[in-house]
């Protein structure tokens, strides 16, 4: 069955950088495209940008442009999400999602990203 | 990007009532309009894709409709497990949108 396991949540200050992993398992990883959708606490989801699996394409949200990055691992059939210069907005779970036919059937469990001093 | 907009924000409905809630796209998404269901804590959950299709394994209960800007979702014969946050999201182009969110509540 397909899997998304997420790295562990973190904490970091203000101006730090953070690497958040998804490792799927259950398909073939370069069949799809790896999406990234944040949620603040108490707040709606948004989404963050994709990745190709099968060449490493992205396509950033602009809201994001510069200080988003993400990247694959095809070898480990796993995707990251690199996010810079942290602020306190940041504080959010981040799921990493599977798309298939335009959609998310699968979705890792989340990260706590915490920023704070 | 293309701007969704949900409503209500949140509704309140008893067992066994029926219930709909809009999603309005800015501007046309033919048919790339998603919804999931989203419980406390947990990650989303797909439960339509293509403005009407059931994933296997989410209850006939569910159904969506619509096409270019003006879609629904249909809950009937609400169960208490429904109580949750739905979001759509249109997937039409390369810039993803999420609506901002519907909260049901079961009296």
């Known amino acids: 069955q397909v899997q998304l396991v997420q790295s562990g949540d973190e904490v970091k200050k203000p101006g730090a950088s953070v690497r958040v992993s998804c490792k799927a398992s259950?398909?073939?990883?370069?069949?799809?495209?790896i999406h990234w959708v944040r949620q603040a606490p108490g707040q709606g989801l948004q989404w963050m940008g994709k990745?190709?699996?099968?060449?490493?394409?992205?396509i950033y949200a602009q809201k994001f442009q510069g200080r988003l990055s993400m990247t694959t691992d095809t070898s480990t059939t796993t995707a990251y999400m690199d996010l810079r210069s942290l602020r306190s907005d940041d504080t959010a779970v981040y799921y990493c999602a599977r798309s298939s036919n335009w959609n998310y059937g699968h979705w890792g469990q989340g990260t706590l990203i915490t920023v704070s001093s | 990007d293309i701007q969704m907009t949900q409503s209500p924000s949140s509704l309140s409905a008893s067992v066994g009532d029926t219930v709909t809630i809009t999603c309005r796209a800015s501007?046309?998404?033919?048919?790339?309009l998603n919804w999931y269901q989203q419980k406390p804590g947990k990650a989303p959950d797909l439960l339509i894709y293509?403005?009407?299709s059931l994933p296997s394994g989410v209850p006939s209960r569910f159904s969506g409709s619509g096409s270019g800007t003006d879609f629904t979702l249909t809950i009937s014969s609400l169960q208490p497990e429904d109580c949750a946050t739905y979001y759509c999201?249109?997937?039409?182009?390369?810039?993803?949108?999420f609506g901002q969110g519907t909260r049901l509540e079961i009296k």
């Open positions: 999201q249109q997937t039409f182009g390369d810039s993803i949108t």
């Open positions: 259950g398909y073939t990883f370069t069949n799809n495209d």
């Open positions: 501007r046309t998404v033919s048919r790339h």
């Open positions: 990745i190709s699996g099968y060449n490493g394409d992205t």
């Open positions: 293509a403005a009407s």
